[in-house]
């Protein structure tokens, strides 16, 4: 998978992040219409923020993102957005989550990818969702 730099005004770049949270309490409720809709709110996210998603796997109790950003958007800003967004919909929508005393834990992991291991995360993350 080689990807295109982005070319913007001033800058060049290519900027890829690896993302996984968890449900709070690790409750397996993302399945079924939730993991659906999940997908959607997260794909519509990503969009809105000038983002690319390049993987997505979603289990029963975590998410893996692979996306592609621009360079001016700080990871906290993108996991900010994503988790709020989606918490906020998810709960809304589905009166069982709010069960849980929040959709998400407040952590979450992250780690940056250039071109040489783009493929290998992407390849990963494909593998999660295929038990």
Known sequence: MKQEYRH???SVSLVNYHFCWIVRRRRKVLTGSIKQRLDLL???VVRELNCEVLSLAIEPEHVHL???SPP????????HR???RTARFLRKEFPELMKLPSMWTRAYFVSTAGNVASSTIQKYIEAQGKD
């Open 8 to 10: 913007l005004h001033t």
């Open 42 to 44: 997260i794909h519509d």
């Open 66 to 68: 692979f996306i592609n």
């Open 72 to 79: 001016d958007i700080a990871p906290s800003k993108l996991m």
């Open 82 to 84: 994503i988790k709020g």
